[in-house]
């Protein structure tokens, strides 16, 4: 089992950044694959970006150049700096954690992000 505990999420004007933090427990943070999904109102939830426990990274292409996700495996952390916001960012952003052997998922209870004027 992983424990997933989102934070710093908010309001920011377009064109700001926010930085988010997922903190995890639980279970042996190098396992699993770690990644930021977002869901805005009456959309899929959809992926943003992942990392591998080898820094391994992946973007959606709508984030690319302005998102950057990175961990911290000696405090079990994940990050998603946020840079160039826009409106179309608003969202409840999500924290996942995927087993690279078991493939199971576990989330976080998410925190919003409103990128507004």
């Known amino acids: 089992q992983v424990q997933l505990v989102e934070s710093g999420g908010g309001l920011v004007q377009p064109g700001g950044s926010l930085r988010l933090s997922c903190a995890a427990s639980g279970s042996i943070f190098s396992a699993y694959v770690m990644g930021w999904y977002r869901q805005a109102p009456g959309k899929e939830r959809e992926l943003v970006a992942s990392?591998?426990?080898?820094?391994?990274?992946n973007y959606a292409d709508s984030v690319k150049g302005r998102f950057t996700i990175s961990r911290d495996n000696t405090k079990n952390t994940v990050f998603l700096q946020m840079n160039s916001l826009k409106p179309e960012d608003t969202a409840v952003y999500y924290c996942?954690?995927?087993?690279?052997?078991?493939?199971?998922?576990?989330w976080g209870q998410g925190t919003q992000v409103t990128v507004s004027s």
């Open positions: 996942n954690a995927r087993g690279v052997y078991t493939g199971r998922n576990f």
């Open positions: 990392i591998t426990s080898q820094t391994n990274t």
